[in-house]
C-alpha cells in the first residue's frame, strides 16, 4: 500500500490505541491524578475569576476519569456563553445536558467544592492536570508508533514519528496559543536584539536571496513567511527557486527542495549549471569537454558541502510534505523550504475534495503550508503557475488576478514575486532607450505585507541556468570572473 495511505489511516484512527488498551496491554495505570482534577473543578465552582486562571493551561481532554471531563466541559462551555460558575449553575447545566445522573449525581458535585477551601493553589494543581495528560499522551503516541512499525514500512513510521514527536514537542513545551502581552514584549526585544547584531556584522535580517536588489526590498526572506513565485511555463521559476536556494544554503541554512515536476538527478545537474563553466548543451548532449568536466567537479565538490536537501516524491501531499519538514526541522535541517510547485500538490481524499473543487483544494493547501511555515518559523517559497490570462493581454505584466485557481493564495502570502521576460514574448524586445532587454529578466514584488510594491531587474544566461544581478557593482566577488564571462552574452 502507498505509504501516504497508510499515513492517512492511522492519523485518522484506524490504528489508533485507546489509553485503555495500552493499559490492558502492560497491565499498568497510566499517570492520572483524579483527586486534584476534582480539586480544580471544586475551586472553579468557588471563585469566580478561578477558571480564568487555568483557561489558557487545560482542557476537558486533559481529565482522566471520563465523569471528570463531561464537567469539565460543560464548565467551559458556561464560560463561552457568558454564564456564572457557581454550584448551583453547573449542576442546573449538567441537569439540562441530561448528564447529571451519569457523572455521579448533585452528592457529587456538592462533594467536589467540599473538598477544596480555595482557589489559591489552583495553578499548580491545573498544571499537574496537564503534566499528568502528556504523560498519557506519550504512552499513546509510541505506542501507536510501534503499532506502526510492526508495518515494516520505514516511509510510514518516518512520516508517523514526525506527527507525533511534534506533537510531543507541543505537549513538553506547554504550548498554548494565549500569551501575556509582557511575553510577547521579550520576544519582540530579542528579535530587534537579534537583527541590530547581525546588522553590526554587516549581515541582513532575513535569509539572503543572492539578488543584492532583492535583498534590499525584502530584508531577506523572513521567518515565518509563505513567499509566491507565480509565473506562465517558461518564465525562469524553478531557476529562480535554484537560485534563492542555493544561496540561503552557502549562508549555511539548510534548504529542503520538494520537487514534484522534476527528478532529484535533473535538479541537480541544474544546480551545477547555476555555478557556471560548463557548457549546458554539452552537459546534456554527453559532449563534454576537458574544461567542462573541470568546471563539472568544481561544483559538485562545492554543492556537496552545501546543507541542501532534496525529496523529489512525485504527488506528495500536504501532510507528507508537513511531516518531512518537520522532521527535517527538528534534526536542524530545516531553515527554508522551497516547493516546486503548488498545483501538483495533492489534497488528501479524506478531506472530501475532489477535482471538481479545485479552488477549495488549492486554498486548503496554502493555508496548511502558510500554517507550516508559522509552525516551523521558517520562509517557505512556493512556485505557482499563473492562469492564461496574461496571453491574452496586451501588457504581459503579470498580476494578482492572474494567480491560478483560488483567490486564497494571494491572502495567504506574505509575499507574491512575479518573474517575467519581455524576450519570451518578443525576441527582438528594447526599452524605451533602444537598449535591448534579451536576457534581462523583471521581478514584480505585487504583494509584500512587510514592505514596498516595487519591481527589480536581473540578468539571466543565455541558457537560464544562471542568474545575476543586473547592476555589476552588486556582482558577488567569489563569483566575478564568472559573471564577468557571462557579461559578454548580454
Same mark, same amino acid.
Given at each position: ?101 451519569? $457523572? ?58 514526525? !506527527? ?90 539548510? $534548504? ?31 559532449? !563534454? ?202
Amino acid at each position: 500500500m502507498d505509504p501516504k495511505k497508510k499515513n492517512q489511516q492511522w492519523s485518522n484512527g484506524q490504528n489508533k490505541m485507546t489509553i485503555e488498551q495500552i493499559n490492558a496491554q502492560y497491565g499498568k495505570i497510566p499517570p492520572q491524578a483524579i483527586d486534584v482534577e476534582e480539586a480544580v473543578m471544586g475551586a472553579c465552582m468557588l471563585e469566580r475569576d478561578a477558571y480564568s486562571n487555568i483557561s489558557g493551561l487545560v482542557t476537558a481532554e486533559m481529565f482522566y476519569k471520563d465523569e471528570n471531563q463531561k464537567i469539565f466541559k460543560v464548565i467551559e462551555n458556561m464560560v463561552a456563553g457568558g454564564k456564572t460558575i457557581d454550584l448551583l449553575t453547573v449542576t442546573q447545566q449538567l441537569m439540562q445536558d441530561g448528564v447529571l445522573e451519569a $457523572v455521579g449525581g448533585p452528592l457529587y458535585i456538592t462533594q467536589l467544592t467540599s473538598r477544596v477551601a480555595s482557589a489559591a493553589h489552583i495553578e499548580h494543581h491545573a498544571r499537574i492536570i496537564y503534566e499528568k495528560y502528556a504523560l498519557r499522551e506519550m504512552i499513546r503516541r509510541f505506542n501507536e508508533l510501534i503499532t506502526i512499525a510492526y508495518n515494516d514500512d520505514f516511509d510510514e513510521v518516518d512520516m508517523a514519528y514526525a !506527527m507525533n514527536t511534534q506533537a510531543i514537542d507541543d505537549l513538553l513545551a506547554g504550548k498554548t496559543g494565549m500569551r501575556h502581552i509582557r511575553e510577547v514584549m521579550k520576544d519582540n526585544t530579542r528579535e530587534v536584539e537579534e537583527r541590530q547584531r547581525k546588522a553590526d556584522r554587516g549581515e541582513m535580517p532575513g535569509i539572503p536571496t543572492g539578488l543584492a536588489d532583492m535583498n534590499r526590498a525584502t530584508n531577506g526572506w523572513q521567518k515565518s513567511d509563505l513567499i509566491i513565485i507565480g509565473a506562465r511555463p517558461g518564465m525562469g521559476k524553478t531557476a529562480f527557486a535554484l537560485h534563492f536556494g542555493k544561496w540561503a544554503a552557502k549562508e549555511k541554512f539548510p $534548504v529542503c527542495f520538494f520537487s514534484l515536476e522534476m527528478k532529484d538527478t535533473r535538479l541537480s545537474q541544474r544546480l551545477i549549471l547555476s555555478n557556471g563553466g560548463v557548457d549546458s548543451e554539452h552537459l546534456k548532449s554527453g559532449k !563534454m569537454t576537458g574544461e567542462d568536466w573541470a568546471a563539472y567537479h568544481q561544483s559538485i565538490g562545492q554543492l556537496e558541502n552545501l546543507p541542501i536537501y532534496i525529496d523529489d516524491t512525485a504527488a506528495s501531499s500536504v501532510r507528507y510534505i508537513s511531516a518531512v519538514a518537520r522532521n527535517k526541522a527538528r534534526r536542524g535541517e530545516c531553515s527554508m523550504i522551497v516547493i516546486d510547485y503548488l498545483q501538483l500538490v495533492e489534497t488528501p481524499q479524506e478531506n472530501g475534495y475532489s477535482n471538481k473543487n479545485r479552488e477549495r483544494e488549492v486554498a486548503e493547501i496554502s493555508r496548511a503550508l502558510k500554517k507550516l511555515a508559522k509552525d516551523l518559523d521558517i520562509p517557505i517559497i512556493l512556485l505557482v503557475q499563473l492562469n492564461r490570462g496574461v496571453e491574452s493581454r496586451a501588457d504581459k505584466t503579470p498580476m494578482l488576478s492572474d494567480l491560478r485557481e483560488s483567490g486564497a493564495i494571494e491572502q495567504d502570502a506574505d509575499m507574491v514575486i512575479f518573474p517575467w521576460r519581455p524576450e519570451y514574448y518578443d525576441p527582438e524586445v528594447v526599452d524605451e532607450n533602444g537598449i535591448s532587454l534579451v536576457n534581462e529578466v523583471f521581478l514584480v514584488i505585487a504583494k509584500n505585507r512587510e514592505g514596498g510594491i516595487k519591481t527589480i531587474t536581473c540578468k539571466k544566461s543565455t541558457d537560464f541556468s544562471q542568474i545575476f544581478d543586473s547592476n555589476p557593482n552588486n556582482w558577488i566577488p567569489e563569483l566575478g570572473d564568472r559573471y564577468e564571462k557571462e557579461a559578454d552574452k548580454f
